[in-house]
């Protein structure tokens, strides 16, 4: 590579803007490229050096769209999403924005990233309550976070107008992967505490075990009680799923009259076309009627978590509370595994050798008999001490270590 003044000529680095810059000359015109460090500028202007002399090299493959801020691009993902968790995308956006919004892409870096995270986590605020300060963001809040702004950097590569994504191999906190469920005594002071409405939904919840955008955006024509089968066209894996209706799911459907009046199962109090809104319910009657019942730690996800843990409790199979729940992963539904009674048993009692490799041996003529699993394996077999068996002449038994002197006459 040629150098100047002691430089590879044609990388360098800018006073106003960070990165190393990769700059070769096709037919007279400059071409300018930038890299995040020297290595990969190096490697990148060889292989355009390379390419050119090979008549091989289109600007159009390495050429970096026109440059463009995080903000607007956020702005642009939010257009063509149709993730059915818009809302938090749109959240996570915002704070982005307030973070990095006026930056353009190609000057964001992994280590502008790292010092963010950081401050999050360090980040505090004084409890309502106790009036202790305590951490602002928890560490899966932080990660969600984080997932979102990567898949907006997969975008802009895809697009053409990254090289790399800066979060590509950036390292997550680890969360703690907690199940909380409503046990019995809970759910009746929960009933007690409910109006007649309100614990029909709760119930509605823990027999389907729908989320809560499901649940709430639930419609009539989604819903068919003679075969017993709820359809859900795009649950959050993006896939049509199938929820069997439980007998008291029946019941509690046959009690909603919406149906006359509303394509939604559960529509809004003033406007009947429009499904109800479930922060409004949450914030009015189920979150007061939690403190009331004094359920601590509990949210509407809680009642998901309900329906998994109880039919896992009942023994059915973890594969089919999968299929029941809709989880695309597996790994996902292994959460209710320490809640499956004789789980582990079952684990160990398949592998185990059986009984007819573990009954007592007997010894009676010279010959080893062994008893089956018919025989009766209580019975008591006599093992006679290695201090009153005959030994060959000649041969004494060792002496410990321990009991041994030795002298030097």
């Not at 919406?258 to 009015?284: E, G, M, Q, T, Y």
């Not at 050798?353 to 062994?370: I, N």
């Amino acid at each position: 590579m040629a150098r100047k003044d002691g430089r590879d000529k044609g990388i360098f680095q800018r006073k106003d803007r960070p990165g190393w810059w990769v700059q070769v000359f096709v037919n007279g015109r400059a071409r300018t490229f930038r890299c995040d460090n020297k290595s990969q500028a190096k490697a990148l202007h060889g292989r355009l050096r390379a390419e050119i002399r090979e008549k091989r090299f289109f600007p159009e493959q390495f050429a970096v769209k026109k440059d463009i801020t995080l903000r607007a691009w956020i702005a642009r993902c939010h257009e063509g999403s149709t993730n059915k968790s818009l809302g938090n995308e749109k959240r996570y956006g915002r704070r982005w924005s307030l973070y990095l919004g006026g930056r353009l892409l190609t000057d964001i870096s992994t280590e502008d990233l790292r010092r963010i995270q950081s401050r999050m986590r360090a980040k505090l605020k004084t409890d309502r309550k106790t009036k202790q300060p305590r951490r602002q963001w928890a560490d899966a809040t932080i990660n969600r976070h984080f997932a979102f702004l990567s898949r907006v950097f997969t975008l802009a590569v895809t697009d053409g107008r990254l090289l790399r994504n800066p979060l590509a191999r950036f390292g997550k906190f680890d969360e703690k992967q907690l199940v909380r469920f409503l046990n019995d005594e809970e759910l009746r002071r929960l009933k007690g505490v409910l109006p007649e409405e309100g614990w029909a939904r709760v119930q509605f919840a823990i027999e389907t075990g729908l989320r809560q955008s499901e649940q709430f955006a639930l419609r009539w024509d989604c819903v068919d009680l003679e075969s017993g089968i709820l359809t859900l066209p795009m649950p959050k894996q993006g896939e049509t799923h199938k929820v069997p209706l439980t007998d008291a799911a029946k019941v509690i459907l046959r009690s909603f009259d919406s149906f006359l009046s509303s394509p939604f199962v559960f529509p809004a109090v003033h406007n009947p076309h429009k499904s109800l809104c479930p922060d409004s319910f949450l914030r009015n009657v189920y979150r007061p009627a939690l403190r009331r019942a004094g359920i601590p730690n509990a949210n509407w996800h809680t009642l998901r978590h309900t329906a998994a843990s109880r039919r896992v409790m009942a023994g059915v199979d973890l594969y089919a509370i999968m299929q029941f729940l809709g989880h695309a992963d597996y790994e996902t539904t292994l959460r209710y595994a320490h809640l499956a009674p004789d789980y582990l048993k079952t684990v160990v009692r398949n592998g185990s050798l059986g009984m007819d490799m573990l009954a007592p041996v007997h010894s009676q003529d010279g010959t080893l008999t062994r008893t089956t699993t018919k025989e009766k394996v209580s019975e008591v077999v006599s093992v006679q001490s290695i201090d009153l068996m005959v030994r060959p002449e000649g041969l004494e038994p060792p002496t410990p270590r321990s009991v041994v002197w030795c002298s030097i006459h």
